[in-house]
């Protein structure tokens, strides 16, 4: 049996991968599939949390017991996120969020041309992530998820401190790691120098390792 020790807390968890429209059938997009966004909010659940979870994009059924709120575009994450921070005592963000997002939609699908097509103009959307990091509630423990290809710790650090996030999970990326696969490895990194191994397993034992993380984070405060 696991112990309810996020009974009584709010917790918020962005899953899946936002999609950035060009026009009304295509988009930019990534491989993330919502797996380990979908493993956070069971085991949450399992824990006695509320659960809130922002779903861009996810092709999996609903996680029993938590409340879904799905999502397209990383605008739409941010303000779901936000909505639901305002009461959360922690929000994990597994979500992959487009970084950039085409800087103009066409109202009408993008024609073939003979001559070479027109480059995509892209502009940056907020980091959420950083948001979050700056309008916390006190006592709020904020998560973020970091996908590196190299260097891995190094820019862990430096992205856990960016985003004045209490926690970041760091797993490698690429040649068949991480997107899309049941089980996961990762690093999480603390702000307060911390640093926690999870062998490779499960996206539920990340998960759950997470929330052990997280708990020991919220310490004494009494639930609202
Ligand atoms: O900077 P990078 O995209 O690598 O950071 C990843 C973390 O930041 C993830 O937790 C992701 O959910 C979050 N993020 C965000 N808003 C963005 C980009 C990433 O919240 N625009």
Do not use: C
């Not at 066409?106 to 700056?134: T, Y």
């Not at 992205?159 to 990762?186: H, M």
Request: hydrophobic share 45%.
């Amino acid at each position: 049996a696991t112990a309810p020790d996020l009974a009584g807390r709010h917790v918020v968890v962005s899953a899946g991968g936002t999609r950035e429209a060009l026009d009304p059938v295509r988009f930019l997009g990534n491989r993330s599939s919502g797996l380990q966004g979908h493993a956070l909010a069971r085991t949450a659940v399992a824990r006695g949390a509320r659960v809130t979870l922002v779903a861009a994009n996810v092709a999996l059924p609903d996680p029993a017991g938590a409340e879904v709120v799905p999502v397209g575009s990383a605008t739409e994450l941010r303000a779901a996120v936000l909505d639901a921070a305002a009461t959360a005592d922690a929000v994990v963000m597994a979500a992959a969020v487009a970084d950039f997002r085409p800087a103009d939609y066409r109202e009408s699908k993008i024609k073939k041309v003979d001559a070479e097509p027109e480059p995509i103009r892209l502009v940056k959307n907020p980091d959420i992530l950083a948001e979050l990091g700056e309008t916390r509630r006190p006592g709020q423990v904020i998560v973020g998820f970091a996908a590196e290809t190299h260097d891995v710790l190094p820019n862990g650090r430096a992205k856990l401190a960016r985003k004045r996030s209490d926690l970041l999970v760091v797993n490698q990326v690429g040649d068949g790691l991480a997107f899309g696969r049941p089980d996961n490895a990762a690093v999480v990194l603390g702000a307060d120098g911390s640093e926690t191994e999870v062998p490779r397993g499960a996206k539920e034992a990340l998960a759950d390792a997470v929330w052990d993380l997280v708990v020991a984070r919220l310490g004494r405060r009494p639930p609202d």
